[in-house]
C-alpha cells in the first residue's frame, strides 16, 4: 500500500504562477524526496529534505516538511511549460532495514499550460 | 542522464511466460531496487540487492525474483506471469548509505501482459 497521499490529485496553472503539491506520510520518517516524472518516463530526484530540517530550497523549488503533522509540501516557483510532470512525494521510514526502500505516494499531476 | 540503463525498454508477453529485466546501475553504486510502477499509481518497492544478495523485499510473491552480479548489473525476473502484471518496472542505483539518499532511476522496462 501507499504510504503517501498526495494533494492534489491534478493540478493546471498558467506559466509563471506558482503550484504547491501536498503530501501526507504515515509512520516515521529519515527524510522525505520529492521526484518528477515525465509522461511514463523513469524518475528524476530534485529534492530530499531530512526529518531534523523544516525547510530546504533548491533553484525555484522549496520544500517543507512538518514531522508533528506527517506532512510535506513542494513550491515550484515561476512555473514554466516544461515544468509539466507528475511529481511524487517519497518516505525513508525511520527504523527500517532495508537500504534503496523508499515508500511513494500517487503522485500530483501538474500541467503548465504556455 | 541517470546513467543506469534498462533493456529492453519494451515487450509484451502472454499469461504464463516468463520474463527477465536487465539493468545496468550508475559506475560506483553498489546497491539496486526495483520497482513495479502500474498505470496511473506511483512505483511500488518489490526488492534491493546488495553486494549480490538481497536485502529487503516488498509485498511481491516468490515468482519475482532477481540477481545482482559482480559489476553490480541486475536482473529482474517474473515467472508465471499474470495479466496484473502489465506495468513499468523501474530500476534504481544508489550508494548504501545510514539512510536511504537520492535514488538514480532507468527510464524502465515497460511489460505488457496479454
Known amino acids: 500500500s501507499q504510504q503517501g497521499e498526495e494533494d492534489p490529485q491534478a493540478l493546471s496553472i498558467q506559466e509563471g504562477e506558482n503550484a504547491t503539491m501536498n503530501c501526507s506520510y504515515k509512520?516515521?520518517?529519515?527524510?522525505l524526496q520529492w521526484y518528477r516524472q515525465n509522461s511514463g518516463r523513469g524518475l528524476v530526484h530534485l529534492i530530499l529534505?531530512?526529518?531534523?530540517?523544516r525547510e530546504k530550497h533548491s533553484g525555484r523549488l522549496r520544500v517543507t516538511l512538518d514531522t508533528s503533522k506527517k506532512s510535506s509540501s513542494l513550491l515550484i516557483t515561476a512555473s514554466r511549460a516544461a515544468d509539466t510532470a507528475s511529481y511524487f512525494c517519497?518516505?525513508?521510514?525511520?527504523?527500517?532495514?532495508?537500504?534503496?526502500?523508499?515508500?511513494f505516494g500517487q503522485g500530483t499531476i501538474l500541467t503548465v499550460h504556455p | 542522464e541517470t546513467g543506469v540503463t534498462q533493456s529492453p525498454t519494451h515487450l509484451i508477453k502472454t499469461r504464463g511466460q516468463q520474463v527477465t529485466l536487465r539493468c545496468s546501475s550508475q559506475?560506483?553504486?553498489?546497491?539496486v531496487s526495483w520497482y513495479q510502477q502500474a498505470l496511473g499509481q506511483g512505483p511500488q518497492f518489490i526488492f534491493q540487492?546488495?553486494?549480490?544478495?538481497?536485502?529487503g523485499r516488498g509485498n511481491f510473491p516468490p515468482r519475482f525474483s532477481g540477481l545482482q552480479f559482480p559489476n553490480y548489473s541486475s536482473e529482474l525476473n517474473v515467472n508465471a506471469l499474470e495479466l496484473d502484471d502489465s506495468a513499468l518496472y523501474l530500476c534504481?542505483?544508489?550508494?548504501?548509505?545510514?539512510?536511504?539518499?537520492?535514488?538514480?532511476f532507468g527510464e524502465g522496462s515497460r511489460l505488457t501482459v496479454l
Open positions: 534504481a542505483s544508489s550508494l548504501r548509505l545510514i539512510s536511504t539518499g537520492e535514488l538514480f
Open positions: 509512520t516515521s520518517i529519515n527524510n
Open positions: 529534505i531530512r526529518s531534523n530540517e
Open positions: 517519497a518516505t525513508d521510514a525511520a527504523g527500517g532495514t532495508s537500504y534503496g526502500k523508499l515508500t
Open positions: 559506475s560506483g553504486h553498489n546497491t
Open positions: 540487492y546488495y553486494r549480490e544478495e538481497e536485502n
